[in-house]
């Protein structure tokens, strides 16, 4: 069974701090694909990323940046110099290819607050 | 303008009165699901549809319906709301899946629903 796990429930930091957070996930599937996104305060989700499993490379976009580590099964992301703006909480998905039920399913973590003080 | 569309925003109802949900798309997305969140546990998937006509459950689909008529539209049915189904509701769509595509999927803007 699939399973996200996002450890830091939440965390707090001050405006130009970098900020890293955390993701591992569980799948038996060899095939399979990541999700970021962000939940602002007016509530949408925000879609941030897809990383394929057979794309190890790391991606960087402006301030945010992705690690991908199959070996660790992980997939964190990190705000460099945060900003208030970056306030919300933010959430990992893991979608497989397994077929059966709740096909295309993404299984979320249970979301990780983040808060930027200026 | 790509976007997934829902209605109402917020609804606060009543145990027992039936309500639908409704849920749009406009990029001819195949595959649409429907979502809650609650807060500790993340998202999970209520039903989920392939294609036209062709619906089935995800996690956590008791006490809820979905129909599949027309392509663009997903509504989520709930026949005898109670308190256990207040919660953040989001509809979700995405291309093909059966090809094995990695398309991302995008969601609308929830719907918040309280049920006293």
């Known amino acids: 069974a699939q399973k996200v796990t996002q450890a830091q429930t939440e965390i707090s930091v001050v405006e130009k701090e970098d900020v890293t957070l955390d993701c591992v996930y569980e799948?038996?599937?060899?095939?399979?694909?990541l999700f970021w996104y962000k939940q602002p305060p007016s509530g949408e989700l925000v879609f941030l990323i897809r990383?394929?499993?057979?794309?190890?490379q790391n991606e960087i976009s402006g301030r945010y940046s992705w690690n991908f580590q199959k070996s660790t099964s992980s997939f964190n992301f990190t705000i460099t110099a945060s900003q208030v703006v970056d306030s919300a909480v933010y959430f990992c998905?893991?979608?497989?290819?397994?077929?059966?039920?709740?096909?295309?399913?993404?299984?979320f973590g249970q979301g990780t607050i983040l808060t930027v003080h200026p | 303008e790509a976007q997934v569309t829902q209605n109402p925003r917020y609804l606060i109802t009543v145990t027992g009165k039936k309500l639908t949900v409704t849920c749009s798309q406009n990029?001819?997305?195949?595959?649409m699901s429907w979502y809650r969140q609650d807060p500790g546990l993340g998202l999970r998937q209520i039903y989920y549809?392939?294609?036209?006509?062709?619906?089935d459950k995800g996690d956590v689909p008791e006490g809820y319906k979905v129909s599949r008529k027309e392509k663009r539209n997903f509504p989520l049915i709930l026949e005898s709301p109670s308190p256990n189904q207040t919660s953040l509701y989001f509809c979700?769509?995405?291309?093909?899946?059966?090809?094995?595509?990695?398309?991302?999927?995008?969601f609308g803007p929830g719907t918040r629903l309280t049920v006293t």
């Open positions: 979700a769509s995405s291309g093909n899946l059966l090809l094995g595509s990695a398309y991302e999927q995008y």
């Open positions: 799948t038996r599937d060899t095939t399979y694909y």
């Open positions: 990383r394929n499993s057979f794309d190890e």
């Open positions: 998905a893991l979608r497989d290819n397994a077929g059966g039920t709740s096909y295309g399913k993404l299984t």
């Open positions: 990029m001819n997305h195949e595959y």
């Open positions: 549809s392939m294609n036209v006509e062709v619906t």
